[in-house]
């Protein structure tokens, strides 16, 4: 029986198949998340960009607010994972049963409609359980305020769009307002 | 291997027992200064709100561990919740060399006259455990003195009318004001208030071997990137190491006080770096671990003659845990009146501290420190949009245009507002952690609306064009970063947990230095005084103690 090391085998495995065996991990990688399915991502991108929309400045999706919470979710904040997982789904059915659509594609009015009835709590517990829709609500609206205006190394706040916006210098100069005028 | 035989421990390296161990170190008597946290690291979060001492969402940079330390909240009904540091609730300070001096505000002032003696000056208040401290201000100024020269103090109290005698000027000349102060100083002088430049443990000038400030924007909440700050870390704590008498012993966590049979302390178990338990013996032990930790040490500590904890033989620790309910009102203009530079805070009023008909106490007016952007998405006026396009425009609109005027109140002492160990709830170390429970006093509410109306009138006189009040001092437990209370000072031993000096009534060589032994915590923020308490209990024990005993 032959042994074949390690180094052998990644030498074999490379002249073999090049490049294409250890590519496709890469791919998938790419655009998908740490805890969100991609359904789940596309119902949360929706929430988050209706709690901070673009207008003549980038809004919560161009900012990559979704990749804050993403990251968060499988770190810090793991206590609030059943709540999104819940959160989402609940959210989903009820747009479905009323209607017939997914929370991303209703259009602006309707997702703003939906979403001040689960911040005042208007949404039923038959039309929604576990958990209630004002806390899903409260716990989002507060994940994006942090992922857009928070430091981009957590994720979100991508190039200091929100700084940008609120006039803030960025990155910071240690001491440069000593020397304004 | 034992470790060797000291003369003194000091457990908590903060604004208490950093002071306590140099004036330990520098006059010959040996002390292993314990720290449960590391050295604070200054640049590793110099921009980053939300792991700043401001929003500790997603980390607490300068300790404790949020895996490792939890806590017990037990809110008004009795529900009750376990709380981590990156969760409200927590009250949390810091656990790192120099605690809450590396990252605070570092307001420097001294308490008034009034005070010291709250009964005296009030009488008796229905409800609270409201007393007169055993010291006067005039016994602690000289305390006062050193804290400011030696940690570093820049103001000018003669611009205050209202500021306690004093010897001497404080050792740096004042900051000047901020746009939004100088708006703010004008109409407050229209009113008839008295503003003048808030004292601060900054340089604004270099002093002791370190740069003056530099105006950083992000200051309260943050390291200083040039160490214009001053705290313990970069003052007594270093000269203390430098005298060859004081070993800081970092990252090692003291869970228990151990007291022989005759009511001695004898040292301390505690955890090493490593996690490993060890013990460490003294002569004398000064316990300065903040309102909070000390408390739970102390309920930790069971002996023979103290089954309760040490020094709880009359139910007096832990109790009357206090902090400061913070009471103002913002205000909008329509030019952009903040300039942003660090720390934003530079003007305030002792115009509401004391002599105000109907109220006990007070508290001091300032502007406020510089805006966070996360933060700033709550403050808003009433009935605002909290999210969507309204919600953007005006964070992009009234970042610059909002300005706030707030204080702390003086918060009434409470019985049952108290700090327990919690039966069930243990640390990463087995330890039972500490749980606060307990109301404010229905007063402190009153008292925020009051001081709330006066912050708004400022702002109103100063023009802005809507202002609104958020006005504090509801609910509870109290506690936070401003901590106080939890082992009051006293001349009876059934009604409080140390004599004048620090000392454990009963246990002659167990002592505390922190904002626990205050009986109240002032309209002010505390530091200052904790400084003030630790050169105070410090002094007494290098004049007193030799060798192995009291003179």
Known sequence: MTTLHRRDFIKTAGLAFGSVLLFPSCLKQTGSYRFFTAEEALCVIALCEQIIPKDQSPGATDAGVIHYIDRQLSGVFQYDQETYRNGIKNLQNYCRIKSGKNFESLTAIEQIKVMKLMESTQIGEKDWSPGHPSDFFNLILSHTMQGFYGSPIHGGNKDFMSFEMLRIDYPLVIGQNRYRT | ?551
């Not at chain 2, 404790?64 to 009904?77: A, E, F, I, Q």
């Not at chain 2, 009113?191 to 002791?208: A, D, E, K, Q, T």
């Not at chain 2, 970069?234 to 090692?252: F, K, W």
């Not at chain 2, 923020?525 to 050169?535: K, R």
């Open chain 2, 1 to 551: 291997m034992a470790n060797k035989h000291v003369n003194a421990i000091v457990i908590g390296a903060g604004a208490g027992g950093g002071i306590v161990a140099k004036e330990l170190a520098i006059n010959g008597i040996s002390v292993v200064l314990f720290e449960r946290g590391e050295w604070p690291n200054y640049d590793e979060h110099p921009n980053d709100e939300l792991i700043s001492q401001r929003t500790e969402v997603l980390g607490s940079p300068f300790g404790p561990d949020h895996l490792r330390n939890p806590r017990v909240v037990t809110y008004k009904g009795g529900s009750k919740q376990i709380v981590t540091p990156i969760r409200g609730g927590y009250s949390n300070n810091a656990a790192c060399v120099g605690s809450g001096t590396v990252s605070y505000g570092a307001m420097a002032w001294r308490f008034m006259e009034e005070d010291f003696k709250l009964k005296t000056t009030y009488g008796s208040v229905e409800g609270s455990t409201l007393d007169d401290w055993p010291i006067s201000y005039e016994e602690l100024e000289p305390y006062y003195e050193k804290a400011e020269w030696e940690i570093g103090v820049s103001g000018d109290d003669t611009q205050n009318p209202f500021a306690p005698p004093r010897k001497k000027k404080q050792p740096m000349p004042p900051f000047e004001y901020n746009q939004e102060a100088k708006v703010l100083y004008e109409a407050s002088k229209r009113l008839g208030l008295h503003p003048f430049p808030i004292p601060m443990l900054r340089n604004s000038v270099p002093y002791n071997n370190r740069a003056g400030c530099i105006r950083n924007r992000t200051c309260c909440g943050f390291a200083c990137p040039v160490d214009a700050k001053n705290g313990t870390q970069n003052t007594v704590i270093p000269i203390a190491i430098q005298s060859g008498n004081c070993e800081l012993r970092t990252g090692s966590k003291v869970v228990e006080i151990m007291i022989d049979d005759q009511g001695k302390a004898t040292g301390v178990k505690y955890f090493d770096q490593n996690d490993k338990p060890q013990i460490q013996t003294a002569d004398l032990v000064v316990v300065s671990g903040a309102a909070i930790e000390t408390a739970r040490l102390l309920l930790n500590s069971k002996s023979k003659l103290f089954q309760n904890g040490a020094g709880n033989n009359f139910d007096w620790v832990g109790r009357n845990l206090m902090g400061h309910a913070y009471t103002g009102a913002y205000g909008l203009f329509d030019y952009d009146i903040l300039d942003f530079s660090g720390p934003g805070a530079t003007v305030a009023w002792c115009d509401f501290n004391h002599h105000n008909p109907g109220i006990i106490g007070g508290g001091l007016l300032a502007n406020e420190f510089n805006r966070m952007p996360y933060l700033y998405t709550n403050i808003r006026p009433p009935q605002s949009a909290r999210w969507g396009k309204g919600h953007k425009d005006f964070q992009r609109s009234m970042y610059h245009r909002t300005a706030q005027v707030v204080g702390p109140i003086q918060e009434l002492p409470m019985f049952e507002s108290r700090v327990t160990v919690d039966p069930e709830v243990k640390d990463f170390w087995s330890i039972p952690v500490a749980s606060m429970s307990g109301e404010r006093h229905h007063l402190d509410h009153e008292h925020c609306k009051f001081l709330s109306s006066k912050a708004e009138s400022i702002l109103k006189e100063a023009g802005a064009y809507q202002t609104w009040q958020s006005v504090g001092g509801q609910g509870g437990p109290s506690g936070g970063q401003h901590q106080n209370g939890t082992a009051r000072m006293g001349n009876d031993k059934k009604t409080s947990v140390v004599n004048k000096f620090g000392q454990v009534h009963e246990i002659d060589n167990l002592f505390i230095a922190d904002g626990s032994i205050m009986l109240n915590g002032g309209g002010f923020n505390p530091a200052l005084t904790i400084m003030a308490l630790g050169f105070w209990v410090g002094g007494h024990l290098a004049k007193n103690f030799s060798g192995t005993k009291f003179k």
